[in-house]
């Protein structure tokens, strides 16, 4: 199975940096996903990751290391309308379902 | 492009009776659809993947006599939920997949659920 571990909640100030982690134990996956969930809708895709590494995409980053089960998103330069929910998901070997982390809630303040 | 609807946006009814969401893409067929259910401040929990033309496979726990889901063409799956009570009361949000568009899952606005 998959236990797809995130902070439940974080809080960072405007223009700063911040790195959510995402932590799984899982059989094996084609890919592990990020989105971004604004309260009451739905969740929007940022990022994804086969190979480890990093996946840099304007002010949102995604790491990956396989062998030590664990994943990052960053995103830099803050904006208040970066508070939302973060979710990673993985995408098991031989399936096209998603399955979620726990979610970090992000706020934002000025 | 990418883009996916659900209906109603919203919908509170009684104990017992029995709601239809559904989840349609817009701009490209959907090959397979995907149901999920999040409760406040908790994260997606998958309940159940469609393929047109096929059953639903449901996921460990999710009952499949009281959450019916059709897949009748590309572009709509509907999921209804039967004899409906208050712990069912949760956001429905749907996703759909064109294998052609690559892995990403493409997310409907959801649907509140309210059951009195």
């Known amino acids: 199975g998959q236990n797809i571990d995130q902070p439940t909640e974080m809080t960072a100030t405007e223009g700063a940096i911040v790195q959510i982690n995402c932590t799984y134990q899982?059989?094996?996956?084609?890919?592990l996903f990020w989105y971004q969930q604004h309260a009451g809708e739905a969740p929007t895709f940022l990022s994804y990751?086969?190979?480890?590494g990093l996946e840099e995409k304007g002010r949102f980053s995604s790491f990956l290391s396989r062998s030590k089960g664990y994943s990052y998103l960053l995103l830099k330069e803050l904006q208040m309308k970066d508070s939302a929910s973060y979710l990673c998901?993985?995408?098991?070997?031989?399936?096209?379902?998603?399955?979620f982390g726990t979610g970090t809630r992000l706020q934002v303040f000025p | 492009g990418a883009v996916v609807s659900q209906h109603p946006s919203w919908v509170i009814c009684k104990s017992g009776t029995s709601v239809k969401i559904e989840c349609r893409s817009l701009?490209?067929?959907?090959?397979?659809m995907f149901w999920y259910r999040q409760f406040p401040k908790q994260s997606l929990m998958l309940m159940a993947t469609?393929?047109?033309?096929?059953?639903?496979?449901?996921e460990q726990g999710v009952e499949k006599d009281k959450f019916l889901i059709n897949h009748a063409s590309l572009t709509l799956s509907t999921l209804t939920v039967t004899s409906a009570h208050p712990e069912d009361s949760s956001f429905y949000i749907c996703?759909?997949?064109?294998?052609?568009?690559?892995?990403?899952?493409?997310f409907g606005p959801g649907t509140r659920l309210t059951v009195t």
């Open positions: 996703s759909a997949r064109d294998v052609a568009l690559g892995s990403e899952q493409y």
């Open positions: 899982t059989s094996g996956f084609n890919g």
């Open positions: 990751n086969v190979l480890d």
């Open positions: 998901a993985v995408s098991p070997y031989n399936t096209d379902k998603l399955i």
């Open positions: 701009d490209f067929q959907a090959t397979t």
């Open positions: 469609s393929n047109e033309g096929s059953k639903a496979t449901y």
